[in-house]
């Protein structure tokens, strides 16, 4: 009886791990799909989050993501939220960033992806835009943000925004369709 149900316990993992396997490569593939890179690394912050890479992160990179998802789960924990709240659970993808200035000249890594629902409107950059960082999927938890070589506090900023929705996704669902984009205005941060 014990062996059955041991071989009975290590089926379950075994399906479950497959489940996440496919489920991480569909977010894989999607996030290459979206940024037109090849993510060659993959590696786990010292927190847990799991990060995918064009190049080898900087430790100040890492450091970042996950002071971010520290300043994301606390401040989700302040708002009485409770499911999806590990490190662990989150896929950071590091992209080539498409632009390292914005219009005003300031340092800006970005990632340029269709315009979609901003068409038309002041971020429209001609059938594009520029985003700081992109939700790829809200289950697994994954998003997209752009590589920096200097101001880091911007990389914990951008961890925790793109946090912010997923964070909404799993524990406020209509709140998450209020700000999930913000195509008819509204910003970061959402969680107070």
């Known amino acids: 009886m014990t062996r059955k149900i041991t071989l009975l316990l290590l089926l379950v993992v075994m399906i479950g791990t497959t489940f996440i396997t496919e489920a991480q490569t569909n977010s894989l593939a999607k ?7 090849r993510f060659k690394i993959r590696m786990q912050t010292p927190g847990g989050a799991n990060v995918y890479a064009v190049k080898q992160p900087s430790d100040e990179m890492i450091q970042a993501i996950d002071d971010g998802l520290a300043d994301l789960l606390a401040v989700a924990r302040k708002n009485g939220y409770r499911r999806m709240l590990n490190a662990g659970s989150y896929t950071i993808f590091i992209a080539k960033a498409d632009r390292d200035k914005n219009a005003s000249g300031s340092y800006s890594p970005d990632i340029a992806i269709g315009a979609a629902q ?4 002041d971020f429209d ?5 520029y985003v700081a960082g992109m939700v790829i999927s809200n289950n ?3 998003f997209v943000i752009a590589e920096h070589t200097k101001d880091f506090n911007r990389v914990r900023d951008v961890v925790r925004y793109e946090g912010e929705h997923l964070v909404l996704y799993h524990n406020d669902r209509r709140r998450y369709m209020e700000t999930r984009d913000h195509s008819k205005g509204g910003g970061h941060p959402i969680l107070q």
Request: net charge negative.
């Open 31 to 37: 996030a290459q799909q979206v940024t037109g890179d």
């Open 118 to 121: 901003y068409a038309g409107t």
């Open 125 to 129: 950059q001609g059938g594009y835009i």
């Open 140 to 142: 697994p938890m994954s």
